[in-house]
């Protein structure tokens, strides 16, 4: 498979250049940029990009460049660090700003060049730096200025090129097909689509199951519910789904999955088990805790399942590359952020081994493939769930009283915009949040100590970056006034306004 391989440097922007080449159709993967040349050299890939940072070349302990991956005779492209880094390395001079250069900023030609059009002149770029380039390497040439500032650097012959700013996000006007003009000087055929993966997916399985039984952890989610699919036209009856009710479903949900699995043909054996998690869940409060404790259920349930079928020695998940991202620390210098119950949760030692044929995917790709797969739009279009269930959406200890709670507030969110399919088609998810908070309010005369909780809805892309949802008053007022009256146990309802990052999606 053609590869881009995208070297992290611990910007926050790493993710976006990945998706972005997926959006051209190239398979694209972000190693640390610390990975060995002999990994690197291992992929074959076409092509090459640094991705920023937040550090200067000049920090002690920076992260620093392999000059190695220069003798792979592959285009380089070089993204603010990464383009300070290279030029660096070369021979060129980079230089600590008077001033850090942060948000829109003015692009000028000023040379001939092979990477940016004529038509890019004059164009709105997004500068983040506090160091530059003042004096390109030997070979190279300065194509765009911003100001006084260098923002373009070039060696055509080599294939090396460097960029002060950001194109991967959309405040650059002409990023996208800056990034499509590096693509084709790669010489990428551009097959990364979604037949092309479900080939390449059903082929891996076949391959790494051979005559085994394998086991799928059915959420109910769109992501597992795909994965199953995959398996399925892969191996068939080979593989038996669990679909385990944790007690932390949203309202009728359990009824409701299985007969949709049913039309699915998928061999689906349901489990209850809601005592068994909040029994475990009981008094704990600490998130990490939680999910740990959710994660390694799942696990002793599957293994448990596992032991009844003859041959079962693997584990089918719906993980996908965000949950990758956020659990492990695999990009340079990123940061944990919290672990997935199917990723950072698992626990160390499993007896089962995991097959995830959506863990290289973003969201809005495997809903491509759902559809590309034939199934239903309720499946490919339902909103996405986690796994540990409402278990990240009730902030502090869970109860069984508390849970009851949040499914009839969540009901009634959920009920109420899909009321307005206009404004429901723009949403991403959609859904309600118990907080561990009690105030004060009077229903009937009477004075009320009861909890808060929180509406979300939120539009975005892919799961890595989120936007708030400009809600109609008179839809959250209604909301609002439902939850009050219907649902025993809260007393305020709040609307949640923060983007992603800072925040992340789920509160827990």
Known sequence: MQTLVILDFGSQYTQLIARRARE???HSIILPFSTSIEKIAE???L????????????????????????????????ICYGMQLLAQHLGGTV????????GKATLKKVGESVLLDASFDRSTIWMSHGTHVIGVPEGFSVTAKSGDTICAIEDPVLGLFGLQFHPEVVHSEYGRQILENFIELCHFTRDWTAESIIEQQIETIRATVGTSKVICALSGGVDSSIAATLVDRAIGDQQICIFVDNGLLRQNEYDEVLAVYKTMGLQVKPIRAAKLFLDKLKGVTDPEQKRKIIGG????????EAKAIKGANFLVQGTLYPDVIESVAVHGSSVVIKSHHNVGGLPEKMQLKLIEPLRETFKDEVRVIGATL???ESIVQRQAFPGPGLGVRIVGEITPERVVILQQADAIVREEIERLPEIRKDLFQYFAVLLPVKSVGVMGDQRTYEYAVVIKAF??????????????????ATMSSRIVSQVHGINRVVYEITTKPPATVEWE
Do not use: K, Q
């Open 24 to 26: 051209l159709n190239v």
């Open 43 to 45: 992929l074959a890939p």
């Open 459 to 476: 539009h975005s892309d892919d799961i890595m970056t989120t936007d708030w949802a400009r809600l109609p008053y008179d839809l959250l």
């Open 95 to 102: 230089e600590a700003s008077s001033t850090r250069e942060y």
């Open 297 to 304: 259920e799942f696990i002793r349930i599957f293994e448990r």
């Open 374 to 376: 034939g199934l239903p």
């Open 47 to 78: 092509g090459i990009i640094l991705s920023g940072g937040p550090n200067s070349v000049y920090d002690e302990g920076a992260p620093d460049l392999n000059e190695a991956i220069l003798n792979l005779e592959v285009p380089i492209l070089g």
